[in-house]
T-cell receptor
Framework: AQSVTQPDIHITVSEGASLELRCNYS??????LFWYVQSPGQGLQLLLK??????LVQGIKGFEAEFKRSQSSFNLRKPSVHWSDAAEYFC???????????FGTGTRLKVLA | NAGVTQTPKFQVLKTGQSMTLQCAQD?????MSWYRQDPGMGLRLIHY???????DQGEVPNGYNVSRSTTEDFPLRLLSAAPSQTSVYFC???????????FGPGTRLTVT
């Protein structure tokens, strides 16, 4: 079955600390992978996407993610977290020719001053 | 360029009432979709459309209808509202070439 797992429901980090949010997927076809961010009361905004090529992708707001096919993972990272990064983060998977995206359940990030 | 717009922002319905959630985009995107977001469940796809006149079911279509008569608009109809449909509803659109979805601000629906 196709699925996306974000094992951490909540993560708390101190401002300036590094961050890694985990995402594992199960998908039959070659996946297209996405990370979205949702601030409270807002819609979702795309942080970055991976279709093919270099497995380390850079996104907006200083985020990056690494695609590891052998581990079926697409973890999101940021070297130094800012208070404004507090939000909920969603990993999603799709594929070429299909628009039926599957979203993970989200990870809520809290940033301590 | 307004992007993806949704109306209303908030709505309270009584069980059994019907209503239509509006979604419009001005980016000439072929693909549009409706999701519902519930705590701890992420976003679940209700219905989607790959172009005017073409719609298909997503993961949780029961109780909802859609139509796509124009490229710009993709309304979601609740036929007979139930408390289980209390949720936040998001509309999204994307170009067929980019697969990047642009989301609207959402509609918070409460069914009592």
């Amino acid at each position: 079955a196709q699925s996306v797992t974000q094992p951490d429901i909540h993560i708390t980090v101190s401002e300036g600390a590094s961050l890694e949010l985990r995402c594992n997927y199960s998908y039959g076809a070659t996946p297209y992978l996405f990370w979205y961010v949702q601030s409270p009361g807002q819609g979702l905004q795309l942080l970055l996407k991976y279709f093919s090529g270099d497995t380390l992708v850079q996104g907006i707001k200083g985020f990056e993610a690494e695609f590891k096919r052998s581990q079926s993972s697409f973890n999101l990272r940021k070297p130094s977290v800012h208070w404004s990064d507090a939000a909920e983060y969603f990993c999603a998977v799709g594929a070429y020719g299909t628009y039926k995206y599957i979203f993970g359940t989200g990870t809520r990030l809290k940033v301590l001053a | 360029n307004a992007g993806v717009t949704q109306t209303p922002k908030f709505q309270v319905l009584k069980t059994g009432q019907s209503m239509t959630l509006q979604c419009a985009q001005d980016m000439n995107h072929e693909y549009m979709s409706w999701y519902r977001q519930d705590p701890g469940m992420g976003l679940r796809l209700i219905h989607y459309s790959v172009g005017a006149g073409i719609t298909d079911q997503g993961e949780v279509p029961n109780g909802y209808n859609v139509s796509r008569s124009t490229t710009e608009d993709f309304p979601l109809r609740l036929l007979s509202a139930a408390p289980s449909q209390t949720s936040v509803y998001f509309c999204a659109s994307s170009a067929s070439t980019s697969y990047e979805q642009y989301f609207g601000p959402g509609t918070r629906l409460t069914v009592t």
